[in-house]
Structures are given as structure tokens and as C-alpha cells.
């Protein structure tokens, strides 16, 4: 299984890259995404991950609007260093369970080498849509094509 990694500059092509790769045949449990949490929400206190599955707030909004299946998961925490941000998918666990690590550490325990798991933090610190997808070797193509048809930067497969 590989990685495929990129980020969107809004959320309205990051959710269109999932509607189409749900419909391609990635199951919600294999695509991950990472946002910043601006609705003022907070996402836990003091650095705690908390799940936040009631959806509200104007910065899930257009994120979790289509996408009942993947993002009807998705969690608000407190990552230091990051802050609040959202989360849903394989990521969202990771980040559950190791807050302290950050989203470095779990790029890194999904395997993204750690350098790109910085750059890819720094992308999300700068309000940019993460999204990673888990593709057998036989689709990694295709999800690359899908993300950069949406209009994905920074594609990589890892």
C-alpha cells in the first residue's frame, strides 16, 4: 500500500477530489484529510485531542457537506505547535492517539519520510487542505491523477 499526498487550496476542491476518489472505489476508511480548524471551536484544551463529530462551524462546513461517509468522522483537535484543526480518516485516530506527536508524527507513523511530513504540516499551518490516500500499487496513478485533475499541489506517492 502507498501513500498519495497532496494538498488542495480550497476546501471545495479537496471535497470534489473525495466525492470523485469515493467514487472510484477508495473507501472512506483509505483517505485521510487534515485542515485548520478556524470556526473557534478549539479542538480540546491544552493540547487533549477531542472528537468533535456534531459537524458545525463555518471551516468543516463545505469540507463535510457531501461527503456523508468520510468526513461524518471527522474530529477537532489541538495540535501543538499547529493548533485546532480538523481531522477525519486514518489520520484522525493517529492524531487521537498521539497528540503530543503532532501531525509530523503522524504523517511519520503513516509513513511519510519526516521532512515531507514537515513541509506538509508547514502547508497546513498556512491554511492549505491535506489529503492522503492509501492506493494499492495498482491505483496510484490513478488517485495522483484524481487529486491533480482537482487541482492538488505537491503530489507525491511515498
Do not use: N, W
Request: aromatic share 2%; hydrophobic share 40%.
Amino acid at each position: 500500500m502507498s501513500k498519495v499526498v497532496g494538498t488542495f487550496s480550497s476546501r471545495d476542491s479537496a471535497q470534489a477530489c473525495i466525492d470523485e476518489l469515493r467514487s472510484e472505489g477508495f473507501s472512506s476508511s483509505k483517505v485521510s484529510v487534515v485542515a485548520r480548524d478556524d470556526s473557534g471551536r478549539g479542538g480540546g484544551g491544552g493540547g487533549e485531542g477531542s472528537r468533535d463529530t456534531g459537524m458545525g462551524g463555518a471551516a468543516t462546513g463545505g469540507l463535510i457537506g457531501g461527503a456523508a461517509g468520510l468526513l461524518a468522522g471527522i474530529g477537532a483537535l489541538a495540535i501543538p505547535g499547529l493548533g485546532p484543526i480538523v481531522a477525519a480518516g486514518p489520520i484522525a485516530a493517529t492524531l487521537t492517539g498521539a497528540v503530543g506527536g503532532g501531525l509530523i508524527g503522524g504523517l511519520v507513523d503513516m509513513g511519510i519520510p519526516e521532512d515531507r511530513s514537515q513541509f506538509y504540516e508547514g502547508q497546513v499551518r498556512s491554511g492549505k487542505v491535506l489529503a492522503v490516500v492509501d492506493a494499492p500499487s495498482d491505483k496510484v496513478d490513478r488517485a495522483a491523477q484524481i487529486m491533480r485533475r482537482h487541482g492538488a499541489s505537491h503530489v507525491e506517492t511515498h
